[in-house]
């Protein structure tokens, strides 16, 4: 499967903590983005990285991207009890950049 | 501000029915997609079209079919209900631009009985 793959699959954190998490994937890709997820709704986008690019950042989140490897990584600093959610990657398809594959996510829960 | 909007964020069904999810975008979005999500699965996309009367099968498409008459909706379709098709489904819509990230609806959990 070309989905990425998020680990770790649940992440428990105190307030103030930094979370990261990480994401391998299996083929080629030009675009990883990375999505949050509010229990029992829909996707939300956070930041998108290019296949050129190493490092990108948005407020609080940032984001690594190490092709040679095939993986990236999402660091939230500072994190709030509101950052509970689940974080999923997303990497585009090799034969249609519009199409992106989800890996399973990481469930974070940040305590108060 | 972006919006999409799916028809029921609840559903039960009965094996056998006939099921229509209704997907509405008011972003004038080329793109529109259709997952489904489950435990430990992730996001698996089932159908997507990328035009008016345009459809690409996606990894998981047997047993659904689709419908894009007007730009702003798409409607999956589940022809014959079973039980193993009781999940969270996801619609969501992107322009055309590459790259370009996705735009979520809240989701339709199905329940087939």
């Known amino acids: 499967s070309q989905q990425g793959e998020e680990d770790p699959q649940a992440l428990s954190i105190q307030e103030g903590e930094n979370a990261t998490m990480n994401c391998s994937y299996k083929t080629s890709i030009n675009n990883l983005q990375w999505y949050r997820q509010n229990s029992g709704r829909g996707l939300v986008h956070l930041i998108l990285i290019r296949s050129n690019e190493r490092e990108k950042h948005s407020g609080r989140l940032r984001v690594t991207l190490d092709t040679s490897k095939k993986s990236s990584s999402l660091l939230i600093t500072a994190s709030r009890a509101a950052d509970t959610a689940s974080y999923f990657c997303?990497?585009?398809?090799?034969?249609?950049?519009?199409?992106?594959?989800f890996g399973s996510g990481t469930k974070l829960n940040v305590k108060p | 501000d972006v919006k999409v909007t799916q028809s029921s964020r609840y559903l039960v069904k009965r094996t056998g029915e006939k099921v229509f999810l209704e997907c509405v975008q008011d972003?004038?979005?080329?793109?529109m997609f259709w997952y489904r999500q489950d435990p430990g699965l992730g996001l698996r996309l089932i159908y997507f079209s990328y035009d008016v009367k345009m459809k690409e099968k996606g990894d998981i498409p047997e047993g659904y079919s689709v419908s894009r008459e007007k730009k702003e909706r798409f409607s999956l379709i589940l022809e014959s209900a079973s039980t193993n098709q009781t999940s969270m489904y996801l619609c969501?819509?992107?322009?055309?631009?590459?790259?370009?990230?996705?735009?979520f609806g809240p989701g339709t959990r199905l329940t087939v009985l």
């Open positions: 969501a819509s992107s322009t055309a631009r590459v790259p370009d990230t996705q735009y």
């Open positions: 972003m004038d979005h080329e793109n």
């Open positions: 997303a990497t585009d398809a090799e034969d249609n950049f519009n199409k992106f594959y």
